[in-house]
């Protein structure tokens, strides 16, 4: 079984630094675009930022700047380094990779993690 796990969350000051990783796990053929999203209480998910296999990444306007991703194809991880956190960062942070397993050759799978809660607050 394939699966995308989530790690880093907590609790930080405005101002403050966290670092997201999330690792797939299972039987991974090729792993292809990964992302991190973020959903607050009462508004939609929405992309954070992306990375390619190749490296060539994309961030949302509010966090340019501030958040760099990065990933190890080696080990299947991908991270999310947050600096100058801001309390409107506050959200339920989502691993997202587009990948084939070998269960399913032909088939693009859209995975999640389960989701790790970021919060900034004084």
């Known amino acids: 079984q394939v699966q995308l796990m989530e790690s880093g969350g907590g609790l930080v000051q405005p101002g403050g630094s966290l670092r997201l990783t999330c690792a797939a796990s299972?039987?991974?053929?090729?792993?292809?675009?990964m992302g991190w999203y973020r959903q607050a209480p009462g508004k939609q998910r929405e992309l954070v930022a992306g990375?390619?296999?190749?490296?060539?990444?994309n961030y949302a306007d509010s966090v340019k700047g501030r958040f760099t991703i990065s990933r190890d194809n080696a080990k299947n991880t991908v991270d999310l380094q947050m600096n100058s956190l801001k309390p409107e960062d506050t959200a339920v942070y989502y691993c997202?990779?587009?990948?084939?397993?070998?269960?399913?050759?032909?088939?693009?799978?859209?995975?999640w993690g389960p989701g790790t809660q970021v919060t900034v607050s004084s």
């Open positions: 990375i390619t296999r190749a490296g060539e990444v």
């Open positions: 299972g039987a991974i053929l090729l792993l292809r675009d």
């Open positions: 997202n990779a587009k990948l084939v397993s070998f269960n399913t050759p032909s088939q693009l799978r859209n995975l």
